[in-house]
């Protein structure tokens, strides 16, 4: 073989050919490192999947929604125009009227609640059917449950004519107060103690300005959100970036690069034999990284493959988010192994050619 051969295209084929002829060895670094790519990959996936999924429950519970009170009350119709702004989803107000006993159960007392049209959006989002405003009640789900009624049922509060259910409203997640409720769905007129307004996503930042402004002229005006202060507060970007195992895949591309050390080794002789022939130390680093490179990304398709049957197996909902996340650590580790295996070759050849062949 002359000393043109190993260059170039020649160099890559042979690389090419050991990963064939050998490979009982290619197979098994290709195994070692699609489990560590792989069990990387799902740590990440799973990782993401609970944030994305507590965000959603967080979202589900009201984490968009902003109640504004003020001393004296506020204008209603102000409150349910919000919904026509941008960045707004919905809004309405509430007015609490007391509490109220029915004739056919007078022992027990709910509360009376008035809310507007807008109100029912913000309160009751995932709602099939809109609420329609009628001169009947609409109730809160505990309070059907406990009387027993559903829609067309008779309601008679002591002191008010008798009149129908006309809806059922599930509150429970996002104002567990109205659940068992009587309510009554009424126009944006008037005044209201509290504006219930839901932001889209990312409009929130700016919600509480906004609704100061938007009521500037309410006295003693307070905005607070929905959820508990732990719960409203929680920033989940944060929470990801600042994540336990976001260096993971350093570590991996580590266990990575020494298990290429043991193999590279292991293949001291052949090396030698190499040298022998007139390969150079750039020729060696070109072998070695032919074959890294090769051995890997298998790894990474097969470690990735492996990883995302897993995770949809127990997943509820697949995201892009959720797949753009373990992709990027999995990638991450397998380039920066892919670049720091060869290394090991010019450690190896440090050795005199004529020791290395004495193992042969």
């Given amino acids: ?38 069990t990387l990959a799902y740590v990440e996936f799973s990782y993401a999947q609970r944030l994305i999924t507590e965000h959603r429950d967080l979202v589900a519970q009201g984490r968009n929604v902003l109640v504004v009170r003020a001393n004296g009350g506020l204008d209603a119709g102000r409150c349910d125009a919000l919904a026509g702004v941008a960045g707004v989803l919905a809004s309405g107000g509430i007015r609490p009227e007391g509490v109220v ?44 449950a406990e009387l027993g009624v559903g829609p067309g049922a008779v309601l008679t509060p002591t002191d008010m004519p008798p009149a129908p259910v006309s ?58 959100g929905a959820l508990p202060l732990n719960e409203f507060s929680r920033d989940l970007s944060a929470e990801f970036a600042l994540r336990a195992v976001r260096y993971l895949w350093i570590v991996v591309a580590a ?8 193999v590279t080794w292991l293949r001291r002789t052949e090396l030698a034999l190499y040298r022998a022939l007139g390969v150079s130390s750039a020729g060696l680093h070109l072998l070695a990284a032919v074959d890294a490179i090769v051995v890997f990304a298998v790894a990474l398709v097969v470690g990735l493959g492996v990883a995302m049957v ?7 909902e697949w995201t892009a988010e959720v797949l753009a996340t373990g992709l990027r650590s999995s990638v991450s580790a397998t380039v920066l192994a892919a670049i720091l295996a060869p290394l090991w070759i010019h450690v190896t050849s440090r050795t005199p050619i004529a020791d290395a062949l004495k193992d042969r």
């Fill in 1 to 38: 073989m002359t000393g043109r051969r190993w260059r170039g295209r020649g160099l890559v084929g042979e690389a090419l050919r050991n990963l064939i002829f050998a490979w009982p060895r290619s197979i098994g670094m290709v195994v070692l490192a699609a489990v560590l790519l792989g």
């Fill in 101 to 144: 006993s029915l004739r056919h159960a007078p022992g027990t007392r709910f509360q009376l609640a008035a809310i507007s049209d807008g109100a029912v959006s913000v309160i009751d989002p995932v709602r099939s059917k809109p609420v329609q405003r009628t001169t009947g009640w609409t109730l809160g789900a505990a309070a059907a």
């Fill in 167 to 224: 809806n059922i409203l599930s509150a429970d997640s996002r104002f567990p107060e109205l659940a068992r409720s009587i309510i009554g769905i009424v126009a944006p007129s008037g005044v209201f103690e509290e504006c219930w307004t839901e932001f889209m996503p990312g409009a929130l930042a700016g919600g509480e300005g906004m609704l100061r402004y938007w009521f500037r002229e309410a006295d003693q005006l307070d905005v607070d």
């Fill in 255 to 262: 266990v990575v690069f020494v298990l290429a050390g043991v």
């Fill in 310 to 316: 897993l995770h949809l197996t127990i997943a509820v």
